[in-house]
Every structure is written in C-alpha cells, then in structure tokens.
C-alpha cells in the first residue's frame, strides 16, 4: 500500500489543532507583559483602555525626574559591578569544572546551581542577616555581592557550554610552543569561548538590573534601584510612570537577551571545537 506523501484531512486538522493551542499558550504569556505597554503612552493619570490619548509624557516623568534617575544610576551601578564580578567569578569557575580531573565537580556544581532553585526571599533574608553582622547591609558592595550570587550560576552555564566543544589540546601547544598559562588563556582559550562568556554577561546584567527582592533587604533609602522603586510606586502612589519604566527594562531585558542567543549560536558556528 502506498502512503499518500500529503497529509490527510485528519492530520491537518491536527497540525491546525495543534498551531492554535501553542498560539494561546504564547498569547495567555505575552498578554500579562505587554498591557504595560499601550499604558505607558496614555495622556491620562489613570490605568484604563481606551487610553485617553497618546503621550510621551511619563517618559519624560521617568528619564526627567530626579528620584527616577537616582533610581536608574544606582540600578547601573549594580548591574555593572555584578557583571563584572560574575563573569570573571564564573568564567574562572566553568573552566576549573570543565576539566574532568576536577575533585569534587559533580558535588560543587550542584551547589554552585542552587541560587537558581532556592527561593530568592531566602537568599534575601540570609545576605542580610550575614551582610549587617559585617557591616555590608546598606551598602552597594553589599548589593553587588548578593547579586553576585545570583547571576553566576547563569555564567557558569553558559560559559560551561562553550568549553564543552573546546579542544584542550591548543592549550597544551601553546605551553609546548613556551605560552605562560596566563598568555594561553587570554591569546588562545577566550577568544574561542567570548561568545559565551558575552552571553553569560548579559544574562548576569540582566538578572541584577530586574531583581527587587535582594534590593528590598540590603538597599538604603538612597541606594532604591529601578524595580524597588517601581515597587514601592505600586504600594504609594499608582501612577503611569511605573508602565514607563516597566517598558524601558523590559525593552533592556530583550535586547540583551537577543544579544545573548545571537552570541551564543556565534559560539557554536565558531571552529576550535574538539572533533
């Protein structure tokens, strides 16, 4: 019996079936994010649709004001300085554990990995607890080393995945060729695994620069990040000017995760891998 190479009725009917239930699902998800939006150009002082008119004016609220842009210059410092800490931290941490000689690997990657399973409130109260003992609590060090904590796992992810297709045998050529260790690295092994250790970055930058709760614990009243002062928008004094700043994160979020993936398939198209 030949089999028809067409699809029969009933399976377009499944395939059709199966394109809209994924349609709903992607729609139930994005909705809820992008209500912001639309909300964030209203003329008016209150949250309804229709809008009352289009406005750039809570934009100019958020980038104009000084209690958004303290906000804003103190989510930057953050982030920057979490980004720089984990990525070194978990760059240096992958390429120890991508070395099957490591002791221990298989105990201290669980460990490492599990600030991404741990309630974040829990790494909040902990920090705090530890941090006000040192006197680190109210201080951006403070901030920055919590976050620390919880963007490295991302950069140990993703620069893990990098060195999976990574040929140590450059690096034994560039010791035999007389490459100090130090040399090998930055001449030989970082080029070949930028791409994920970029990609980790970004995922570090973005964590640090959405998180609220850490803030809530460990923040001062002059060190209020961006998310912090959203939040407590929400609890003060609703106002569109939080669906401003709400679409500018989330604009930063996406472009930076875009980067992200384009850097990581990069890191897979590039040659040096093993076999």
């Not at 690295?185 to 970055?201: D, K, N, Q």
């Not at 803030?215 to 939080?242: H, N, W, Y």
Request: charged share 10%; net charge positive.
């Amino acid at each position: 019996m030949l089999l028809s190479p067409y699809p029969t009725t009933g399976e377009r009917i499944r395939i059709t079936l199966l394109w809209l239930w994924c349609g709903l699902v992607i729609l139930f998800l994005l909705v809820p994010i992008l209500i912001p939006v639309p909300l964030s150009f209203n003329s008016g002082a209150f949250f309804i649709f229709p809008l009352e008119g289009i406005s750039t004016r809570w934009y100019a609220v958020v980038l104009g004001t000084q209690r958004w842009q303290s906000a804003i210059g103190n989510s930057l410092i953050v982030a920057f300085g979490t980004t720089v800490i984990a990525t070194t931290l978990g760059t240096l941490t992958a390429i120890a554990l991508s070395d099957e000689k490591f002791p221990g690997r298989r105990i201290i990657m669980p460990l490492l990995l599990s600030p991404l399973i741990v309630p974040v409130v829990i790494t909040a109260v902990g920090s705090y607890l530890f941090y006000a003992r040192v006197g680190l609590a109210s201080t951006y060090a403070g901030i920055i080393l919590a976050h620390t904590a919880l963007a490295s796992p991302f950069v140990v992810v993703t620069v893990g995945a990098s060195l999976t297709g990574f040929d140590r045998n450059l690096m034994r050529a560039a010791a035999i060729s007389g490459a100090r260790p130090v040399t090998a690295f930055f001449r030989v092994m970082l080029p070949l695994i930028l791409p994920g250790v970029l990609s980790g970055a970004a995922f570090a930058f973005v964590t640090s620069f959405d998180e609220v709760v850490v803030v809530q614990f460990l923040a001062s009243a002059s060190q209020r990040t961006m998310p912090l002062e959203m939040f407590i928008g929400l609890r003060e004094k609703l106002s569109p000017a939080i669906t401003a700043a709400a679409t500018l994160m989330m604009a930063l979020s996406i472009v930076l995760l875009v980067v992200a993936n384009l850097l990581a398939r990069r890191g897979q198209k590039r040659p040096g891998a093993a076999g």
